[in-house]
């Protein structure tokens, strides 16, 4: 892998991401973001590319619809050493996404809630955010993908250590921490779906 070059961030847990994005910027690595994490960050003095600017497609349906688009998922898919791969991105102002920092809807707290209802519930199903981290982890061989603060500082010792890279065991554990995650999350919300009637 080379050089990380360019990272999504769209955080629910905003715990560190602020002090991770500075380090970032360090490295120059250019953040895109969306909604609310644009928001902190900006605030946090660091310069971001709004997802809507880097698609050139407005944030729609009450923020439904934002990272669903073939510049996000042609970037985080797209294999580096593959020449037709790179012929496409180049063909289509498709840029690699080198790194994403996202964590989910926070779908169990919700339904958690006492008098909840199977309306709340169901907008707090998050289906960018299990896109992009699926994208990201089944392409780990170019992508890092982080889905707990925890881990904000093993990528940027790594990173610190190599020039701006991560290394392919790291982004190996990553994407298994990844999978991991969306199986619970899927699990969940097909728990609290079998208990709900209409």
């Known amino acids: 892998m080379s050089k990380i070059e360019r990272a999504i961030i769209s955080v629910t847990d905003k715990k560190g991401i602020v002090d991770f994005a500075t380090s970032l910027s360090r490295f120059d690595v250019e953040i895109l973001s969306t909604g609310g994490t644009a928001k902190v ?3 946090g003095g660091i310069p971001v590319t709004d997802i809507s600017e880097y698609t050139g497609f407005p944030e729609m349906m009450d ?6 688009h073939p510049k996000v998922h042609g970037g985080l898919l797209g294999l580096r050493d593959n020449p037709e791969h790179v012929r496409m991105m180049e063909k289509h102002g ?10 989910l809807y926070q779908f169990e707290k919700t339904v958690a809630k006492e008098g909840v209802t199977l309306e709340e519930a169901i907008e707090n199903i998050d289906i960018g955010g299990p896109s992009m981290l699926r994208s990201s982890a089944k392409n780990f061989k170019d992508v890092t993908v982080i889905v707990d603060p925890v881990d904000y500082d093993v990528v940027l010792k790594e990173m610190e250590g190599s020039g701006g890279e991560t290394t392919l ?4 554990r990553l994407a298994k ?8 999350y899927d ?6 779906l079998e208990m709900t009637d209409l």
Do not use: C
Request: no cysteine.
């Open 187 to 192: 699990g969940a919300i097909s728990q609290y």
């Open 94 to 103: 498709i840029k690699g996404i080198d790194m994403v920092v996202v964590n």
């Open 63 to 68: 923020g439904r619809v934002k990272t669903l």
């Open 41 to 43: 960050l900006r605030q």
């Open 169 to 172: 065991k790291t982004r190996f």
């Open 177 to 184: 921490k990844v999978f991991r995650l969306t199986h619970e």
